[in-house]
């Protein structure tokens, strides 16, 4: 296991160049939160309740800087650069583990099996027709041992390959679909936006949703703090929690408004989205993707419990 140290230093590395939006609110009272966002769909409700004035209703300043990935927004929040983030459950798990003192305060997009917002793709003339085809290949993720590697790994092994084989390469979420159509990666696993536009466009094609694989439902991200700045700021972060539940609700309501807003904070195309968010906290929704990490030793068992705020 490695240290809490060498962790933090892991981070601190992804986190050298981020991209950064700020959209700072004015307020003679508010509550000043900075915001590490993401650029997936899945942890895009911030982005929403700036965009639609529901932090600033309840009377927080916030400001958002845009991370690569989960990592790379952990160690600003580790580092007091930040005082929220958002990370796949299994990212915040695995810092829990190495002792960060990070604890979920919210729930983000969830996985529902009718919708699909993710999918392991292929370039669109690419001889591969299984997940069960990629054993031995090479499998571009955004974070290595992270979520899309955790569902790359279920859908493969549940279609009858052998994930352990596969070479893992870590490739933005951004670059992934340039890197499938030129061939030098057989697959990736790819997230809405970038997701539904390659699809639209027909330069690749999907073997499967490997969130499938982990469950019907579960908690995929979560916007987190650490538990010093909670034990200070508990009526902050509960409005907080409340403005990311109604940006959740408004998104899966009017999903064309919600795609003109991430073309707006991240530059990509507005194209619609089927993400799932949680307008609640419901403890039990953390647990599929936990236990599947810990199938695959990307954490130790762990109880969801351990990692949620209880709102008290």
């Known amino acids: 296991m490695k240290t ?29 939160i900075k ?3 993401g650029q997936i769909d899945a942890q895009a409700q911030a982005y929403y ?34 005082q929220i983030g958002v990370s796949s459950v299994l990212q915040i798990a695995q810092a829990h583990a190495h002792n960060l003192p990070f604890v979920i305060i919210a729930p983000g997009g969830i996985h529902e099996s009718p919708y699909h917002v993710s999918g392991l793709m292929v370039a669109a003339a690419s001889p591969i027709l299984s997940a069960k085809e990629l054993s ?46 030129q061939g030098r990666i057989t697959a990736s696993n790819v997230e809405d936006p970038e997701r539904t536009t390659a699809l639209r466009s ?11 694989a982990i469950g019907v439902r579960f908690v995929q ?3 987190y703090t650490t538990t010093d700045w909670l034990a200070a700021n508990k009526d902050a972060a509960r409005k907080f929690a409340a403005a990311i539940y109604q940006a959740g609700s408004w998104a899966m309501s009017a999903p064309d408004k919600a795609a003109l807003i991430l073309q707006k904070y991240l530059g990509v195309t507005g194209t619609p989205s089927a993400q799932r968010f949680a307008t609640a906290m419901r403890v039990a ?26 709102g008290r």
Do not use: M
């Open 4 to 32: 809490r140290q060498a962790w933090l230093t892991g981070c601190a590395a992804l986190a050298a160049a981020p991209a950064l939006f700020e959209a700072r609110i004015a307020g003679a009272q508010a509550v000043p």
């Open 35 to 37: 915001i590490a966002a």
């Open 49 to 82: 309740a700036q965009d639609q004035g529901y932090f600033r209703d309840r009377g927080l300043d916030t400001s958002i800087t845009t991370f690569h990935n989960g990592a790379a927004g952990a160690a600003a929040v580790a580092g007091h650069d930040a």
């Open 136 to 181: 031995g290949k090479i499998v571009a993720v955004a974070s290595l041992n992270g979520l899309d590697g955790l569902k790359v790994r279920a859908l493969i092994d549940r279609a009858g390959g052998d994930s352990s084989t596969v070479k893992f390469v870590e490739i933005p979420p951004s670059a992934t679909v340039e890197a499938l159509s």
């Open 202 to 212: 027909g330069v690749a094609r999907t073997l499967g949703d490997g969130e499938d």
């Open 221 to 223: 991200t979560g916007w």
């Open 285 to 310: 929704d953390f647990q599929p993707i936990l236990d599947s990490g810990a199938h695959y030793n990307l954490i130790p068992a762990t109880s969801a419990a351990t990692l949620v705020w209880d």
